[in-house]
T-cell receptor
Framework: KAGVTQTPRYLIKTRGQQVTLSCSPI?????VSWYQQTPGQGLQFLFE???????NKGNFPGRFSGRQFSNSRSEMNVSTLELGDSALYLC?????????????FGPGTRLTVT | GENVEQHPSTLSVQEGDSAVIKCTYS??????FPWYKQELGKGPQLIID?????GEKKDQRIAVTLNKTAKHFSLHITETQPEDSAVYFC?????????FGQGTELSVKP
């Protein structure tokens, strides 16, 4: 069974631009969560989608948004990029409907903002 | 909200020795505690997890223990091998979102 895939793997953007990252979950998984990983703040939860509905949200500004499609694929968008948005963005998928399901991570998208 | 503290931040052991990483959490409502291994350039890999109704779980050389009263849980790796070298993260699940510890960089020397 294929794992979680994320595209693109690497991205360089300029401050003020916007970016869209994509995540395809493991086949059959309906929950997709997004995390930001930085050396200073570690792994931080952004948001979670289940059956196209945002079920959970972390403490990030409104510039960070996401959505999920009917095939469970998810995208996250960051508008008006700031230097501090440079990070590894990780997507995780889960099969379980209940909240305490195992989450499996993709390889991440490395975003660099210059 | 939930807060997870992880210690130590770095750990160096000789091949064949055991390694122990400890985490504490603050919210007694947390009920699911996974451990992840992250190698350079890769996403975190789920290696073992434990739920709040279980005190201990073992999978080959890896074991996790949970003390709900003290709000701490630990990862034990026995007979360490060089390929165990990586960064390990503990996490606590609060309402479906994972709150991670700061990570432990484990180095296993041959």
């Amino acid at each position: 069974k294929a794992g979680v895939t994320q595209t693109p793997r690497y991205l360089i953007k300029t401050r003020g631009q916007q970016v869209t990252l994509s995540c395809s979950p493991i086949s059959g998984h309906r929950s997709v969560s997004w995390y930001q990983q930085t050396p200073g703040q570690g792994l931080q939860f952004l948001f979670e989608y289940f059956s196209e509905t945002q079920r959970n949200k972390g403490n990030f500004p409104g510039r960070f948004s996401g959505r999920q499609f009917s095939n469970s694929r998810s995208e996250m968008n960051v508008s008006t990029l700031e230097l501090g948005d440079s990070a590894l963005y990780l997507c995780a998928s889960s099969f379980f409907k209940r909240e305490e399901g195992e989450q499996y991570f993709g390889p991440g998208t490395r975003l660099t903002v210059t | 909200g939930e807060n997870v503290e992880q210690h130590p931040s770095t750990l160096s052991v000789q091949e064949g020795d055991s390694a122990v990483i400890k985490c504490t959490y603050s919210d007694s409502a947390s009920n699911y505690f996974p451990w992840y291994k992250q190698e350079l350039g890769k996403g975190p890999q789920l290696i073992i997890d434990i739920r709040s109704n279980v005190g201990e779980k073992k999978d080959q050389r890896i074991a996790v223990t949970l003390n709900k009263t003290a709000k701490h849980f630990s990862l034990h790796i026995t007979e360490t091998q060089p390929e165990d070298s990586a960064v390990y993260f503990c996490a606590a699940s609060q309402g479906g979102k994972l709150i991670f510890g700061q990570g432990t960089e484990l180095s296993v020397k041959p």
